[in-house]
C-alpha cells in the first residue's frame, strides 16, 4: 500500500520488474544493488514481459525469486549455454544471464569464453566478489592474491593458485563481443555508471547487435568477515586496484 | 514448415536416418559435438537443418550441448542431441536437471567400447547408465532400443512424441555398428499429434504470470520430496502404457533368447539357423529398455527350458531378466565386450547343447 501525497513528484520506486518481496541477501550484499540495476533497465527499455533470465549456482541462484520475470535456473557453470538454446528459440526475446565469479570464470570458462566468442546475442551480467558465497566462503577465481577465504586460509598463494583472472580483459581478446565494460556498485556514483553499463548491455542485445557483458565488482561483507563499510572500502581500494574500471569495448 | 515424406525405400546409414527422421518430427534445434561413431548424424544436421530453417550449433563440449538443448527445452523448442558413450558420460549432468525441470528432448546415444575412451567400434556397455539414470538423484529417461536402419528412424519420430507427451528426456540407444551400417528403410511419417507446451515453457511473462523452471526446492512445502512423487508417478504411468518389446518365433519355443538392439539381430539369424535344424527357439526383443518388459518376459519365458541373454556387454540386461524371471527358469549368458559382435555360431552352439 502506497500513499500518494498531493503535489508530491515520485522520484524513486521499485522497478515492476522487481518482485515486492523480502530479501534473502546478507546486509551489505552487492546483489540486491545489481538486481535493481538490471530491472530498472528492463522497465526503460519496456522489456519485462519479453525477458527471460538465467539463473547460475551461487548465492544468486534465487534472482528468479526477485523478478518479475520469466526465468531458468541452469545447472553450475551452464547459464551461458542454457542462454544460448534459450535464444536460439526465442531469438526476439530478452536473455539475461545472472552469474557469479565461481560460475563463470572456474567452473563455466568454458560456456562463458564459447558463447562470447560466438557472439551470441545475449547478455550476461557477471558480479565479481572475489568469493564463493553460497558455499560459505571458498577461494573464488577472483580471490585477490594474499585474500584469506577458507580454502585459502593463509591467504592466496599465487604460486600454487595463480594470480585471479580478469574476465572483461579476457574477453576482450575475442573479436565477437560487442560491449564489455568493468564496473562496480562499492558506492553511489559508481552504481550511476554501472545503471549506464547495464542499459547499454541490454539494450545491445534489444537492438540485436551481439554479445554485451557487464562485470561489477560487489562486496561479500558476510564471507570477507568485514562490516557493510569495510567491504565497500575493500572493493574501492583492494578490487578496483587489481581489476580496472571502465569500459573496455563499445562497438 | 513441411517436410516431404517419400514413400518409397530409401538407402541411409542408420546415424543419417537418426537425423532425418528427427527433421521429419519437427527437431529445429540440434546442438552437436564431435564424437565417433555417431559423427554423421552432426554433418547431416549441419547441412539439413538450414534447409528446413532449424538451427545446427556446434557446442565447445557435450556439456553446453545438453545445456543448449536444455535451454531450447524450456523456450518449447523441439531439440535433440546426439554422442557417443564417453560424451554421453558427460551429458549426465544435462539429463539429471532436465529431469529435475521436466523438460522434453531426445538424446541419442550411438554406444561404443569402454570403459574409458574404449575404442570407436558398436557396444552395449552402457545399459547401466541409460536405464538406472546415469545422473544423480532418483529419475528415469524413456530409453528406446532399436535393432536396424528402419527402426532407428521410426523411433526417432517417436521419441519425440513420447517425450513431449510425458514431459521427460527419451533417449535413443543405438551403437556404432547401427549407426554406421547402411540399409534400406522407408522414411516415417510426421507424428500424428503435436503437444501444446504454451503452460509451462518460458517465453516472457506477457500477460501472465511470470514462472520459473527450476529444479532447486529448498522450501518442505514445495520440497523436493514432492518432485519425487511426481516423477514416480509419471513413471509408473510410463511402465503402464508405453513398453514395447518384439517376441520372434516364441509360440512354440522351448528355449528363448533375450537380446536388445544389434545383439537381437545376430540372435534373430542364429534362430532361423536353428529353427531350420528343427530346434524350437524363440526371441524375446525388448525396445523399451526402460520402462523394462519384465512381465511381458515373465510371461513368455516362464515356461521355457533355458533362457540366454545375449548382449555386447558383460551382462548388464541380464540383471533385469533376472529380476524379471527370478530362480523360475535357467538363465545363462553369453556377452562379448569391448565393442565385438557377438556370434552366430556361438549363440547356436550353446542352444544346441541343450536342445
Not at chain 2, 17 to 35: L, V
Not at chain 2, 176 to 190: K, T
Not at chain 2, 242 to 251: A, K, L, S, V
Not at chain 2, 292 to 321: C, H, I, S, T
Request: include cysteine; aromatic fraction near 6%; charged fraction near 20%.
Amino acid at each position: 500500500m502506497r500513499s500518494e501525497v498531493a503535489g508530491a513528484k515520485r522520484v524513486f520506486s521499485r522497478p515492476e520488474t522487481l518482485a515486492d518481496v523480502p530479501t534473502h541477501y546478507c546486509p551489505g550484499c552487492g546483489h540486491g544493488i545489481i538486481h535493481r540495476l538490471m530491472a530498472q533497465v528492463v522497465d526503460e527499455l519496456g522489456m519485462r514481459e519479453k525477458t527471460i533470465v538465467i539463473a547460475s549456482v551461487g548465492c544468486s541462484v534465487l534472482i528468479y525469486n526477485y523478478m518479475n520475470a520469466d526465468s531458468l535456473e541452469a545447472a553450475h557453470g551452464r547459464a551461458p549455454a542454457v542462454a544460448t538454446g534459450v535464444k536460439r528459440v526465442r531469438p526476439d526475446r530478452l536473455v539475461i544471464s545472472y552469474q557469479g565469479d565461481g560460475d563463470l570464470l572456474a567452473i563455466g570458462t568454458a560456456e562463458t569464453i564459447h558463447a562470447a566468442n560466438r557472439g551470441e546475442n545475449i547478455t550476461i551480467l557477471f558480479v565479481n566478489n572475489a568469493i564463493y558465497g553460497m558455499t560459505g566462503g571458498q577461494m573464488a577465481p577472483t580471490s585477490l592474491a594474499g585474500q584469506k577465504t577458507k580454502t585459502s586460509p593463509y591467504g592466496r598463494n599465487p604460486a600454487e593458485a595463480g594470480m585471479p583472472i580478469r574476465a572483461c580483459e579476457l574477453l576482450n581478446t575475442l573479436e565477437a563481443p560487442v560491449f564489455i565494460e568493468r564496473c562496480s556498485v562499492h558506492d553511489v556514483p559508481h552504481i550511476l555508471k554501472a545503471k549506464r553499463a547495464t542499459r547499454k548491455a541490454i539494450e545491445n542485445q534489444v537492438k540485436g547487435r551481439g554479445f554485451s557483458f557487464v562485470e561489477y565488482l560487489s562486496m561479500c561483507p558476510t564471507n570477507w568477515g568485514m562490516s557493510s563499510q569495510a567491504a565497500a572500502d575493500w572493493v574501492s581500494t583492494e578490487m578496483v586496484s587489481y581489476y580496472p574500471l571502465g569500459n573496455i569495448r563499445d562497438r | 514448415m513441411r517436410v516431404a515424406v517419400v514413400a518409397e525405400p530409401v538407402l541411409m546409414r542408420g546415424n543419417e536416418a537418426i537425423a532425418e527422421a528427427a527433421i521429419i518430427a519437427g527437431c529445429r534445434y540440434y546442438f552437436a559435438y564431435p564424437i565417433t561413431p555417431q559423427n554423421e548424424i552432426a554433418a547431416y544436421m549441419a547441412r539439413r537443418m538450414p534447409e528446413v530453417g532449424g538451427t545446427f550449433l556446434q557446442a565447445e563440449s557435450e556439456i553446453a550441448s545438453i545445456n543448449m538443448v536444455f535451454g531450447a527445452a524450456a523456450a518449447g523448442g523441439r531439440t535433440m542431441t546426439s554422442s557417443s558413450s564417453p560424451g554421453i558420460s558427460l551429458k549426465q549432468e544435462g539429463l539429471s536437471y532436465m529431469a529435475g525441470t521436466e523438460l522434453p528432448a531426445v538424446v541419442v546415444n550411438m554406444m561404443r567400447g569402454g570403459p574409458g575412451l574404449g575404442n570407436i567400434a558398436g557396444s552395449q556397455g552402457d545399459y547401466f547408465q541409460a536405464t538406472k539414470g546415469g545422473g544423480h538423484g532418483d529419475y528415469h529417461m524413456i530409453v528406446l532400443a532399436p535393432a536396424s536402419v528402419q527402426e532407428l528412424a521410426a523411433l526417432t519420430v517417436d521419441a519425440f512424441e513420447l517425450s513431449d507427451r510425458y514431459r521427460i528426456v527419451t533417449m535413443i540407444l543405438g551403437d556404432g555398428y547401427l549407426g554406421q551400417m547402411s540399409e534400406s528403410l522407408v522414411l516415417p511419417e510426421p507424428p500424428s499429434k503435436l503437444y501444446d507446451k504454451s503452460s509451462w515453457i518460458l517465453d516472457g511473462a506477457a500477460g501472465r504470470d511470470p514462472r520459473t523452471i527450476a529444479s532447486l526446492r529448498l522450501k518442505p512445502e514445495d520440497g523436493v520430496e514432492r518432485l519425487n512423487l511426481r516423477l514416480q508417478e509419471k513413471y509408473r504411468e510410463i511402465e503402464a502404457e508405453e513398453i514395447r518389446f518384439e517376441c520372434f518365433q516364441c509360440q512354440d519355443a522351448e528355449v528363448l533368447l533375450v537380446a536388445f538392439g544389434l545383439a537381437a539381430r545376430v540372435c534373430k539369424a542364429a534362430v532361423n539357423q536353428l529353427r531350420s535344424a528343427g530346434v524350437r527357439v524363440g526371441l524375446f526383443r525388448p525396445i523399451t529398455l526402460w520402462p523394462f518388459p519384465y512381465g511381458e518376459l515373465l510371461q513368455r519365458a516362464g515356461r521355457m527350458k533355458k533362457v540366454l541373454v545375449v548382449e555386447m556387454n558383460a551382462g548388464q540386461m541380464l540383471e533385469d531378466v533376472r529380476l524379471a524371471l527370478g530362480d523360475k527358469v535357467r538363465i545363462e549368458f553369453y556377452g562379448r565386450m569391448g565393442a565385438m559382435l557377438v556370434e552366430e555360431e556361438e549363440i547356436i552352439k550353446r542352444i544346441r547343447k541343450e536342445s
